[in-house]
């Protein structure tokens, strides 16, 4: 008994340990890749475990993934030190590592705060309504339409939900620019799925 007991203990011990809070990337586009182990990092690209459950290969070596440094912001270990992995941006548009983080926390707060569930909804609603006016072949067309108009404008921006004192020009760009990409993804999702739908409908009736 006193064995199973001590197997229990251990066993609690090490899921406990696994549910510390661990290492995490963030990422350029304002995501955050949690619960990982960062092995090392040099010039170009960054090697990682999840979960710090090392696997071996055949070798004898760690099976490690990597993510190129250009997609990563920086480094946040879990005891709460921080490393910068931003490569400055040679084009001109961001410069400064300060400039870029308040980019990427831009395009983070955009993932929490703008949640649009009315495009992608009225991209399906006119994709399958097309097919009662427009030949099959060119309601193909519209999801793809319907998506650029949706690019075309400018997203409103919640000032009164975010912190103003880390608002700027770069943090406002990576906002309006990650909350236009969710619009897009959504009228494209929604608009295969109105296809799709249209299609069927439309062989099983002729």
């Known amino acids: 008994m006193g064995r199973f007991f001590f197997l229990i203990f251990i066993f609690h011990f090490s899921v406990c340990g696994c549910l510390h809070a661990q290492d995490t990337l963030y990422l350029m586009s ?40 250009e ?5 946040r270990y879990e005891d709460g030190t921080r490393e910068l992995a931003y490569i400055q941006d040679s084009s001109g548009y961001i410069v400064t590592p300060e400039q870029a983080g308040s ?12 949640h ?5 909804p009225v991209c399906f609603a006119i994709t399958l309504g097309s097919f009662l006016i427009l030949p099959p072949v060119a309601v193909v067309s519209v999801p793809c339409v319907f998506s650029a108009v949706t690019a075309a404008f400018t997203p409103e921006f919640p000032a009164d939900r975010v912190d103003e004192a880390q608002v700027n020009k770069y943090y406002i760009l990576g906002y309006q620019d990650t909350r236009k990409i ?18 069927g409908l439309y062989f099983l009736t002729h």
């Open 71 to 75: 997609n990563v912001y920086e480094i």
């Open 182 to 199: 969710k619009k897009v993804k959504s009228s494209v999702f929604f608009g295969l799925a109105a296809l799709t739908t249209g299609f």
């Open 116 to 120: 649009n569930r009315i495009v992608g």
């Open 103 to 114: 980019y990427v926390d831009g395009c983070h707060d955009a993932f929490i705060y703008a």
């Open 30 to 69: 304002g995501k955050m890749k949690t619960n990982i182990h960062v092995l090392e990092i040099d010039s170009q690209k960054i090697a990682y475990t999840p979960h710090r459950l090392y696997k071996i290969n055949g070798q004898g070596l760690v099976k490690m993934k990597y993510k190129l440094r």
